[in-house]
């Protein structure tokens, strides 16, 4: 069964810095999606960014980037210039390709920014 | 436009009672999910729908059970509600062949 770690429970970051939310997922498939969710207080799932397996480049979506190693099974999320509004819980999420399609997400990371 | 919405975002009742909470998405998917977060943020699959059939049934017990009308909508019924069910339930849909879950708002249920 796939699983899905995210082992930083909480992190900070100072305003305009730069911060990486780390992700590992243990899977057997070669076919998979990842993906990087926000829940702000409002408690609205935001899809942040998503990667499919088969591609080496790292997906980026403006402030947010991927640093994705297939062979180490890793799928971190880097916010650069961060601002007050990317404080919220972030998830990693892993879908496979095939079956039902099922879904698994991380524990989450809190994020707080500082200004 | 709202692409999927639930109905009601909070919900508070009492231990025995039996209460549905209502989706529907407007967005052409042919999923549907529903998925419960836990006062920890720990978001697990409950059940999923492809085309009105049931594809997802997690080890949820049997007091839960999901009806999908049509693709558009997906609803949760709970009988004999429990302490333990309170929570946030969140919908969600998307095309099954393609990667992406769009959620709706949540709806917190509260079980005094």
Not at chain 1, 82 to 111: E, N, P, V, W
Not at chain 2, 19 to 44: A, V
Not at chain 2, 54 to 83: G, Q
């Amino acid at each position: 069964a796939q699983t899905v770690t995210q082992s930083q429970p909480e992190m900070s970051v100072q305003e305009a810095e730069t911060v990486t939310l780390s992700c590992t997922y243990d899977t057997s498939e070669s076919d998979y999606y990842l993906f990087w969710y926000k829940q702000p207080p409002s408690r609205q799932m935001i899809l942040v960014i998503r990667q499919e397996a088969y591609k080496q480049q790292n997906a980026t979506e403006n402030r947010f980037s991927v640093n994705f190693q297939k062979a180490a099974k890793s799928f971190s999320l880097k916010i650069s210039d961060s601002q007050l509004g990317d404080a919220a819980m972030y998830f990693c999420a892993y879908r496979s390709h095939s079956g039902t399609y099922k879904y698994i997400f991380g524990t989450g990371t809190r994020l707080k920014v500082l200004a | 436009d709202t692409a999927v919405s639930q109905t009601p975002k909070y919900l508070v009742t009492q231990m025995g009672n039996d209460k549905s909470i209502k989706c529907e998405q407007n967005l052409g998917h042919d999923t549907m999910y529903w998925y419960k977060q836990d006062s920890k943020k720990f978001l697990k699959i409950m059940f999923s729908y492809n085309n009105k059939e049931l594809i997802i049934n997690e080890t949820v017990p049997n007091r839960f059970s999901p009806k999908s009308p049509d693709k558009a909508h997906l609803n949760l019924h709970i009988n004999s509600l429990e302490l333990g069910d309170s929570a946030v339930y969140f919908c969600a849909s998307s095309l099954l062949s393609v990667n992406e879950q769009y959620f709706g708002p949540g709806t917190r249920l509260t079980v005094t």
